[in-house]
């Protein structure tokens, strides 16, 4: 089964609004979440790794101020679009690491992804 | 700039045929390498995990790493329609960071 939940699935918007994302670990806690920013065709790009309790590590490139992170608990991240605009459309998708933390050898956790479109 | 790199295909493939998708990656201290299937619009899907040279075997998949021409594979035998995606590359750094390729895009043609 699902090992991390990301909602929503698919958002609709106007322009100039401000979208939330959640990315939620189930049955582990996951102190570090990572998202992903994917455009048609191209592949995932990391915009930013959150950490619980403390300010998430932004990609460069990537506006911090734009794109708000927030781990607020264990198991639990938080990607809000602040003022979008349609350029931001595309599909977000957060992972968590592996169980055995961080730097383990096993592979992430994605959630669903999100499709992020703004009109 | 640590890079992955892939053919972005498209790759067609006949089904019932051999499918080998081929990636290069440029850090050398890499140590774990990863294929994903992608189906359009959804989230990616682990297919193998790979961490030391040689082949790896898993069911209808197979996973080859040459560390020292830095190169890593994927054969896919016994294509099958529903195999028709896009497949990531993706290596781990040496911190917690995956870098993913740009993805080859599998079409298997029946």
């Known amino acids: 089964g699902a090992v991390v939940s990301q909602h929503p699935s698919w958002v609709i918007c106007k322009s100039g609004t401000s979208v939330k994302i959640e990315c939620r670990s189930l049955?582990?806690?996951?102190?570090?979440m990572f998202w992903y920013r994917q455009f048609p065709k191209q592949s995932l790009m990391l915009m930013a790794t959150s950490n619980e309790g403390s300010k998430a590590t932004y990609e460069q490139g990537v506006e911090k101020d734009k794109f708000l992170i927030n781990h607020a608990s264990l198991t639990l991240s938080t990607l809000t679009v602040t003022s979008a605009h349609p350029e931001d459309s595309s599909f977000y998708i957060c992972s968590a690491p592996p169980r055995g933390g961080p730097k383990s050898n096993q592979p992430q956790h994605f959630g669903d992804g999100t499709r992020l479109s703004i009109l | 700039q640590k890079e992955v790199e892939q053919n972005s295909g498209p790759l067609s493939v006949p089904e019932g045929a051999i499918a080998s998708l081929n990636c290069t990656y440029s850090d050398r201290g890499s140590q774990s390498f990863f294929w994903y299937r992608q189906y359009s619009g959804k989230s990616p899907e682990l297919i193998m995990s790979i961490y030391s040279n040689g082949d790896k075997e898993d069911g209808r998949f197979t996973a080859q790493l040459n560390k020292a021409s830095q190169y890593v594979s994927l054969l896919i035998r016994d294509s099958q329609p529903s195999d028709s995606a896009t497949y990531l590359c993706a290596v781990r750094e040496s911190a917690s960071k995956i870098i993913f390729g740009s993805g080859t895009r599998l079409s298997i043609r029946p």
């Open positions: 049955d582990f806690q996951a102190t570090t």
